[in-house]
C-alpha cells in the first residue's frame, strides 16, 4: 500500500496527514484527523450525512478523495462555533436522532453563506440533498427558514 | 473504502495529460481520467471497477473553461454541473443538469463525467445532441474537433488515451425555443423513468430522450413524424413513438409499457411547453 504525505487545511489548521490516494475525504477527516462529527451513511453520495464544506461550497465528503482537498479549505462541524444555523436547529428541536443533523447543518450554513436571501426553490433545490431517516422535516424546515431573511419567511412555492 | 490503490496525478494541460495516459499505460497501469470523480468513488468501493492511476483533470484551464467566444459556447469538461447552473449560459442545459442527482452532488458531478460514465442516463448530453455541438476531443495527435452526432453512439466514444475536453455549442441554438422534462417514479430527485428535451430550430422540432432504452440518443427516426404538421398532433406522436431507436427499458424504475405511455404523454408536454414559450 503506497501512501502519500499530504498537508489538508481544516477548520483554519493545517495538518499533514499520511494517506492513500484512494481515501476519501471523510475517512480521513475520521479515522486520520478524529474529526468524527461527518457521519458515514450510505457512502454513496446519496444522503448527505458527511456533508462538509470544501471552499464555499457543501460538500459530500464520501465522493471526494482527501488528496483532492489539498490546497482547498475544509470546514466540518467541528469547525462551526455557535453558528445560528445550530442555534436554530437547537431551537426549532430540528433532529430527533440527530445522525443526519451535522450533515444538515453544514448544507444549510452553506446555502446561509452563498445565498443569504434564497428563495423557497433554492432552498427546495439546496435541502433535497439531505435525508432524514427519522422524518423530521417539518422542524428541520423551521430552522432553516429562521435563519435565513433574518428570520423573515419569504418563499415563492 | 475503496478496497484498492492507485496513484494520483494532477496535470496543468491537455498536452500532459494524455502524455501521462500513455506514458502509464506503456508502463502496464490501467489508467483513467478524472473529472469529478463520483463514479470512480462510488462504483471503485463497490469493486464495479478498477483502476491503479488517476489522472485528474480539473487543474487544466481548458477543462474549466465556461465561456463565449464568437458565437460560440465552450464549456470545459471539468466544470461542475453545480458551476453551469449557477452560470447559466446554456439555459436548456442548465434545466437538464439541474435535475441530475442533488445540489450538494452536483458541486462534484462535471459535465464529463456525466456525458462519458457507466450511470446510462448522462442526461447533460441531450442539450447537446439537440443543438448538434462539437466536441474537442485530446490525444496523444493533438485536439481535434468533431461533432457530437458523430462521437456520441449511445456513450461517447473515445479511443484509448483520448480526453474529453470541451464541448463547443453555436448561439444560435442556445437561443432557441427549448425546454427539458424529467418524469420520475415518485419524489423531485433520482433517476428518471424517462428525460426529454426539446429544441425547436427553423420551425422544426429536435428532440433527444434518456431513460428510455438503455443509452441516451437523439430522435432522429422519431423527428420526421413529430415534425409532419399536416397530421393532428396526437397522431404525429403516435406514429413518431413506433420508431424508437432499441428495446423499451423494462426494470425496478418502469415497466415497458409505461414507459412508451410516459414517452407519449411527455411529448405531448413537449408541444405545449414549446407553444408556451415561443409565445413567451
Redesign the interface.
Known sequence: ??K?AVTLNVNGEESEVLI?????LL?VLRENLGLTGSKPGC???DC?AC?VIVGK????S????A??AVDQNVTTIEGLTDATVQRAFVEHFAFQCGYCTPGFIM?VHSLKENHPEADGETI???M???ICRCTGYEEIEAAVKSVLYGGQEHHKR | MIPFDFDYYKPSSVEEAVRLFESLRQQGKQPMYFSGGTEIITFGRLDYLYTNAVIDIKGISKCQMMTFKGENLYLGAAVSLSEIEEANLFPLLTKTSSEVADHTARTKVTLGGNICGKIFYREAVLPFLVSESEVVIASREGEETRPILDVFQKSLQLEEGECLVQLVTNKKMIEAANISIKRRRQWDTGYPVITVVGIKVDGQLRVAISGLCSFPFRAKEMEPFLNDTKRPLEERVSLAIRHVPAEVLHDSEASSDYRMFVLKNTLLDVFEGLEMEEVR
Open positions: 500500500m503506497t502519500v492513500r490516494p484512494a481515501d476519501t475517512d457512502l454513496n453520495g448527505g456533508t461550497k457543501p460538500m459530500k464520501c465522493l471526494m478523495l488528496i483532492e448544507n427546495k433545490s439546496w433535497d440533498s439531505n
